[in-house]
């Protein structure tokens, strides 16, 4: 009987141990299936890079023989060229993986002929990662030169151009250590295919590639009119025009650079697009438009969808908020006649606008990672006005005053001449410039902009520092926190600076206790 009983007793054990062996694997296979699906959501779809030839590359040598697709990421094997009739290349062999990110199609070209064909569809997806995503669609253009007109370059002059390349990168680009690139090694690399090029635009693509490495939007190259980039970045804009047509009262577009709109508890709303010397006139609109506040409005102006252009058209408009000149930023330029290999730094320095009235009232920027270049510049004036607040997510962080290189074959390179800092000599390529606030645009679909509402309980001294809808003793608590903090302090935060003075004291106190159960 002991026997039975202690068999029983083992089954019975052995069925509890059972049971509970299962539970953990049911669990532990949850958690799989969990972890796999929060790290396929986490995974970006692939995009491509780079192809060879541009899109919308117009001139193209009618002998090229392949077109070369480069992804950001590592792909499968499975690919998805789309397009059909006259305007698709004619396929003259089967595509061939050359990396696991680069792949290659053989293909016959015309002289003289436009063609279309798209990576991916949304109905034709094969090109995807090894994560199983599909890769974003990319369509493809470009039209190939007549025939007879393109140049032929002899290696000679491509063994010459080539070392003049060489030189203005060690000599003249400003931010050729910032990556710590290994630069001979990258000449060796391209070396002999920049020698073999038959002609200035295939040289200009070649090159291009090249010097994709640096990660530089401001290096390109140019064969007569046609423009080669080497770098193009990718970024998530904390901006949506419908998003703001939604939020902001009265929206209206004023043109294509300059919308404006005013909300009925009154902050005023204007948006400058871009600061491209083509648009000048258009810009004008956004100046008058600041010239026409009274002294009593606070002003909402967003700068979202700017990526920079002409740093004067910007400094007019920045120089309306400031009454005596104030530097705003730094530069030194790359000079290798210097032991440092730079110049002495220099500064910029904004003036007031002339013949124009001026705005003091209390300003709120938007900003975020679309800005660049001229318009992280404008960020940089903009800080200095003392009626000024920053408002949204980090800048993108690359400025360069570009100059030319000649290059004996005819191409010309472009490359950074400058380091530019900000007016504490706080370099920011690659890193971009903080807000004073920060405000992430979420992912989700939301109804109304963030920023712009950050922005009114900003302006309207609404101090809901904890967010849950009320002012009461949990946003009074983190008021004393900061309370005696001036904006030089570390830990300052702007949006308890109630009045915007520069200082977190009674004034503000007394602006929290009249919000306070609301």
């Given at each position: ?6 068999g029983?007793?083992?089954n019975?054990?052995q069925?509890e141990?059972?049971?509970?062996a ?13 972890i796999g699906?929060?790290?396929v ?6 995009r491509v890079?780079?192809t060879?030839p541009?899109n919308g590359a117009m001139?193209v ?9 480069t ?7 499975g690919?998805s ?6 305007t ?5 062999g089967?595509?061939q993986?050359i990396s696991n990110t680069t792949?290659v199609l ?5 002289p003289?002929h436009?063609y279309?064909?798209s990576?991916?569809?949304?109905r034709?997806q094969?090109f995807?990662?090894i994560n ?7 369509p493809?253009?470009?039209r190939?030169?007549p025939s ?9 002059l491509?063994r010459e151009?080539l070392?003049?390349?060489?030189s203005a990168?060690e000599?003249?680009?400003?931010h050729?250590?910032?990556r710590?690139?290994d630069?001979?090694a990258?000449?060796?690399?391209f070396e002999?295919r920049?020698i073999?090029?038959k002609?200035?635009a ?5 090159a291009?590639q090249?010097l994709?490495i640096a990660?530089?939007?401001?290096i ?5 009119d046609?423009?080669f ?8 804009p904390n901006?949506?025009?419908d998003l ?7 929206f209206r577009?004023v043109n ?5 709109g005013r909300?009925?508890?009154g902050?005023v709303?204007?948006?400058?697009g871009?600061?491209r010397?083509?648009?000048?006139e ?6 008058a438009?600041i010239d026409g506040l ?14 920079g252009?002409?740093e004067?058209?910007a400094r007019e408009?920045?120089g309306?908020f400031?009454?005596h000149?104030?530097?705003y ?8 006649s210097?032991?440092?290999?730079f110049?002495?730094i220099?500064?910029?320095t904004?003036?007031p ?5 001026g705005?003091r009232?209390r300003?709120v920027v ?12 404008f960020?940089?004036?903009m800080?200095q006005?003392?009626?000024c607040?920053?408002v949204?997510e980090?800048s993108?962080?690359s ?8 290059l004996?074959?005819g191409?010309?390179v472009?490359?950074p001449?400058?380091?530019a800092?900000?007016?504490d ?6 890193k971009?410039?903080?807000?004073d606030i920060?405000?992430?645009f979420p992912d ?12 009114l309980d ?6 809901d520092?904890s ?6 003793f949990?946003?009074f608590?983190?008021f004393?926190q900061?309370?005696g903090?001036s904006q030089?302090d ?7 600076d ?7 004291g009674?004034?503000d106190?007394?602006?929290f206790?009249?919000?306070?159960g609301?």
């Amino acid at each position: 009987m002991g026997r039975l009983i202690f068999g029983e007793a083992m089954n019975q054990g052995q069925e509890e141990h059972l049971h509970r062996a299962l539970i953990v694997r049911r669990t532990l296979l949850c958690l799989w299936f969990f972890i796999g699906f929060v790290t396929v959501d986490a995974q970006e779809r692939p995009r491509v890079v780079r192809t060879s030839p541009e899109n919308g590359a117009m001139s193209v040598d009618p002998a090229t023989n392949e077109l070369r697709v480069t992804f950001d990421q590592p792909m499968a094997t499975g690919v998805s060229f789309v397009g059909g009739g006259p305007t698709a290349p004619e396929v003259v062999g089967r595509p061939q993986w050359i990396s696991n990110t680069t792949i290659v199609l053989p293909i016959r070209l015309k002289p003289n002929h436009a063609y279309w064909l798209s990576i991916n569809s949304d109905r034709h997806q094969n090109f995807r990662g090894i994560n199983g995503l599909p890769a974003v669609p990319y369509p493809i253009s470009f039209r190939t030169a007549p025939s007879g007109i393109v140049d032929s370059l002899s290696q000679e002059l491509n063994r010459e151009s080539l070392t003049q390349l060489r030189s203005a990168i060690e000599d003249r680009y400003s931010h050729r250590d910032l990556r710590s690139v290994d630069w001979d090694a990258r000449f060796d690399e391209f070396e002999s295919r920049l020698i073999d090029a038959k002609t200035r635009a295939q040289f200009a693509t070649l090159a291009g590639q090249l010097l994709e490495i640096a990660r530089d939007i401001h290096i390109w190259l140019k064969v007569g009119d046609e423009t080669f980039a080497s770098f193009r970045r990718s970024i998530s804009p904390n901006v949506d025009l419908d998003l703001i047509k939604k939020t902001v009262s009265g929206f209206r577009s004023v043109n294509d650079v300059v919308a404006t709109g005013r909300f009925q508890d009154g902050p005023v709303y204007l948006l400058i697009g871009t600061w491209r010397r083509e648009r000048a006139e258009d810009i004008e609109a956004a100046g008058a438009y600041i010239d026409g506040l009274a002294p009593d409005d606070t002003l909402i102006l967003d700068v979202r969808f700017n990526s920079g252009g002409a740093e004067q058209l910007a400094r007019e408009i920045a120089g309306r908020f400031v009454e005596h000149p104030v530097v705003y930023a730094q530069h030194r330029f790359r000079d290798p006649s210097m032991p440092s290999g730079f110049s002495e730094i220099m500064t910029r320095t904004l003036n007031p606008t002339p013949s124009v009235p001026g705005f003091r009232g209390r300003t709120v920027v938007l900003m975020g990672p679309v800005n660049v270049s001229s318009c992280e510049a404008f960020l940089l004036m903009m800080k200095q006005v003392s009626q000024c607040t920053l408002v949204g997510e980090k800048s993108y962080g690359s400025s360069g005053n570009p100059q030319p290189v000649s290059l004996s074959n005819g191409v010309t390179v472009f490359l950074p001449s400058w380091v530019a800092f900000t007016s504490d000599g706080d370099p920011f390529e690659g890193k971009g410039l903080s807000p004073d606030i920060h405000v992430a645009f979420p992912d989700e679909a939301v109804d109304e902009d963030p920023l712009i509402n950050a922005a009114l309980d900003f302006l309207l001294a609404r101090p809901d520092f904890s967010g849950d809808g009320r002012v009461d003793f949990t946003d009074f608590l983190l008021f004393v926190q900061q309370f005696g903090l001036s904006q030089d302090d570390k830990g300052y935060d702007a949006r308890y600076d109630l009045d915007g003075d520069g200082t977190i004291g009674f004034g503000d106190f007394l602006i929290f206790a009249n919000a306070f159960g609301k």
